[in-house]
């Protein structure tokens, strides 16, 4: 793995300071809508920033790439906001969450996962059109590297259910 891509990922986990819970005897406190959005701003800089700089793309990829890649980001956005309502919803929650909410939490928060993925598989033909298949592929890696170390850093922040 180039150093570049190495040093962009742990700059980038320490920068985004995404510990947007915490538990503190068993309360959670949720972030208010304009620190949620000077999260998602930053977030996505960087993440435009990890991949303009690991991608290689010529000057004709570029101008083919950007476009797709801004209705790929539209896209992972709405997964993204779906899974800020669900933690927000368990935060509310937490204290009294039942059994019938939990389960259902957790059965969206699958679907989430499961919606990631089938994005990832609709645009992976549609990146294919406007780049080789190896800078795909490379795309792909950077994409889920970067949602891997966001969602570590994310799930860790948030409290285990207390049985």
Avoid: C
Avoid at 25 to 52: G, N, T, Y
């Amino acid at each position: 793995m180039k150093k570049s891509v190495i040093a962009v990922l742990m700059v980038g986990a320490l920068l985004l300071n995404v510990g947007v819970l915490f538990a503190q005897e068993h309360k959670m406190a949720f972030p208010d809508e304009m620190q949620i959005k000077v999260l998602r701003q930053d977030l996505w800089s960087q993440k435009k920033q990890l991949v303009a700089a690991n991608m290689q793309l010529t000057e004709a990829e570029a101008v083919k790439f950007w476009p797709v890649y801004d209705e790929y980001t539209a896209e992972e956005i709405k997964i993204i906001d779906n899974r800020v309502a669900m933690i927000k919803e368990y935060s509310e929650d937490y204290n009294t969450l039942s059994d019938g909410q939990a389960h259902n939490l957790i059965k969206r928060w699958l679907q989430a996962d499961d919606a990631e993925v089938q994005l990832r598989l609709k645009y992976i033909p549609i990146f294919s059109k406007v780049l080789p298949a190896k800078k795909t592929a490379l795309f792909v890696q950077i994409d889920r590297r970067f949602g891997q170390m966001l969602d570590v850093k994310v799930i860790s922040s948030i409290p285990l259910l207390q049985p």
